[in-house]
T-cell receptor, first 116, second 115 residues
Framework: EAGVAQSPRYKIIEKRQSVAFWCNPI?????LYWYQQILGQGPKLLIQ????????DSQLPKDRFSAERLKGVDSTLKIQPAKLEDSAVYLC??????????????FGPGTRLTVT | AQKVTQAQTEISVVEKEDVTLDCVYE???????LFWYKQPPSGELVFLIR??????QNEISGRYSWNFQKSTSSFNFTITASQVVDSAVYFC????????????FGTGTSLTVIP
């Protein structure tokens, strides 16, 4: 079974530029998550999708971050414009269903973003 | 308030030693789930174990074992006979039914196994 795919793996941009990340979850997983992991910290949830609907985006900085999952499968996360403090690893995870609690999330390899 | 606390920032052990990683959680839910993930240098978080709040039975799986104690809100993880390949950052996570099963991660414990 293929795991969670993410691209690109690395991205370097200048502040005020835009960037987009792509994620393809495990086939059949209805729930998709985007996390931000700053160096030395645990992952922090940015947004959670159930199929193509947003379940929780309370921690997403909506003035500069946006995310979509139009067809309920793959998803994109965009930052516009980027700030220095956005330098982090952006992790995508998927889970079979959000309805039944406790099922583990499976993570992709992440995209390491450096903003200069 | 931090829902998951991993007080140990870094641990170093010599190969073949046993090591225990501590995790303390905070929740008011009666239904919740606890997880351990491993993050090797490659960066991908790897799922290790899940426990629900109704299952306090501790388990051993190969060199890994877990000690879940609701009375002290702890979910500790032990590696016996550590190996160099165990070197990674280990994260404890909590999922609560009341918050839509959102994951709350601790800050991680960096384990270095010295050959």
């Amino acid at each position: 079974e293929a795991g969670v795919a993410q691209s690109p793996r690395y991205k370097i941009i200048e502040k005020r530029q835009s960037v987009a990340f792509w994620c393809n979850p495990i086939s059949g997983h209805a729930t998709l998550y985007w996390y931000q992991q700053i160096l030395g910290q645990g992952p922090k949830l940015l947004i959670q999708f159930q199929n193509n609907g947003v379940v929780d985006d309370s921690q997403l900085p909506k003035d500069r971050f946006s995310a979509e999952r139009l067809k309920g499968v793959d998803s994109t996360l965009k930052i516009q414009p980027a700030k220095l403090e956005d330098s982090a690893v952006y992790l995508c995870a998927s889970r079979l269903t959000a309805g039944t609690g406790g099922k583990e999330q499976y993570f992709g390899p992440g995209t390491r973003l450096t903003v200069t | 308030a931090q829902k998951v606390t991993q007080a140990q920032t870094e641990i170093s052990v010599v190969e073949k030693e046993d090591v225990t990683l501590d995790c303390v959680y905070e929740t008011r839910d009666t239904t919740y789930y606890l997880f351990w993930y491993k993050q090797p240098p490659s960066g991908e978080l790897v799922f290790l174990i899940r426990r629900n709040s109704f299952d306090e039975q501790n388990e051993i799986s190969g060199r890994y074992s877990w000690n879940f104690q609701k009375s002290t809100s702890s979910f500790n993880f032990t590696i016996t006979a550590s190996q160099v390949v165990d070197s990674a950052v280990y994260f404890c996570a909590l999922s609560e039914a009341s918050t839509g099963n959102q994951f709350y991660f601790g800050t991680g414990t960096s384990l270095t196994v010295i050959p």
